[in-house]
């Protein structure tokens, strides 16, 4: 999971104290994130944008929620043409949940008028115990400096990033 531990891991993250960078996000997602950012977006209908109406490619930083709780996270796109997109992504612990180690690895995607896809592809730096995961969103978003959607993994639900 873009950095997240399997609901069953016995492990589980490992213990505070451990010395790592702590990720913040602005806006309402810092505490309450799945409450405040809302669920899944509204998909977009077919046809409203071009796809080059979208540019996605930048840095962009927020959290997400998974199996170990709010984590926080940074996203570099970059575009490749032709719709292709790459990625880095990097995870690590937020203030209301410092247990998270830091993490990253790089990603694969696709880009149309509608939705971003983000493909995990490989590990960068691996906790232990973690997973890679994928995102999806729906574009556009009313707010083209936002991202949001859903992270694909069971144990996972939410993302926010902005730029």
Do not use: H
């Amino acid at each position: 999971m873009g950095g997240c531990t399997p609901p069953d891991d016995p492990a589980g993250p490992p213990g505070p104290g451990a010395p790592s960078p702590t990720f913040s996000a602005e806006g309402p997602c810092d505490l309450a994130f799945g409450s405040s950012c809302g669920p899944t977006p509204t998909p977009t209908p077919a046809g409203s944008a071009s796809l080059s109406s979208r540019d996605v490619s930048g840095q962009w930083k927020g959290t997400y929620t998974c199996g170990q709780g709010l984590t926080g996270f940074n996203l570099d796109i970059s575009d490749e043409g032709g719709g292709a997109v790459s990625a880095v992504f990097s995870f690590g612990p937020v203030e209301s949940n410092p247990g998270v180690p830091n993490g990253s690895y790089s990603m694969t995607g696709r880009r149309d008028s509608r939705s971003l896809t983000l493909t995990p592809n490989a590990w960068i730096e691996k906790p232990p115990g973690y997973v890679m995961v994928g995102l999806v969103a729906d574009l556009p978003g009313e707010d083209p400096d936002v991202l949001s959607g859903i992270v694909t993994n069971p144990a996972c639900t939410t993302f926010r990033v902005t730029r």
